[in-house]
């Protein structure tokens, strides 16, 4: 295996944070220490996006279509999304300090991790948030959703805690 890996058109990067692609392999986002970047050609050219500001940036991610795209920053409450691939964002302001976030697969649901090590949601693109899981048994970095929303699921110490009905519950 590995033997066909090629390497990407150079963003200029310093350090890669994370990376994201969308379902078809042709739209990704990526977040350095200091900028967030988009490519619409599988990664054979990068965009920096100008939008989301300077920042620490820590994670991103998309959903299966590419056209959300959420970012959030290292160490300050700083987050942005965009609904258009990129082309416009969006200054969110998180509950608490964003440790992770995910967005579901068909764009509906963000989840934000917090550094509170609570779970957070939003059905309405970041404006609002409310609370689905308290404080967890143990902190955690990382949480992930199935494409439609409805399954949020969060690694713990020696589990997973997991929603069956958007983090209502």
Known sequence: GGTSWSASA??????????????NGQRL?????ARVLTSVNGGNTWV???????????DVSMSEDGMRIA????DTPNATLSVDG???????????????????????LLVLLGTDDSVYTSTDNGATWGSTLGVLAAASSSVTVSYDGSKIAVPYNVGVWVSNDAGNT
């Open 48 to 58: 920096v996006q100008s939008g989301p500001g300077a920042a620490t940036w820590h």
């Open 29 to 33: 986002a990526a977040v350095d220490d």
């Open 71 to 74: 970012a959030i920053a290292k």
């Open 86 to 108: 990129g082309a416009t964002w969006t200054a969110l302001t998180p509950p608490t300090q964003p440790q992770a976030i995910t967005i579901s697969g068909d764009g509906s």
């Open 10 to 23: 150079s963003s200029g990067s310093a350090s890669w944070q994370a990376l994201r692609m969308s379902a």
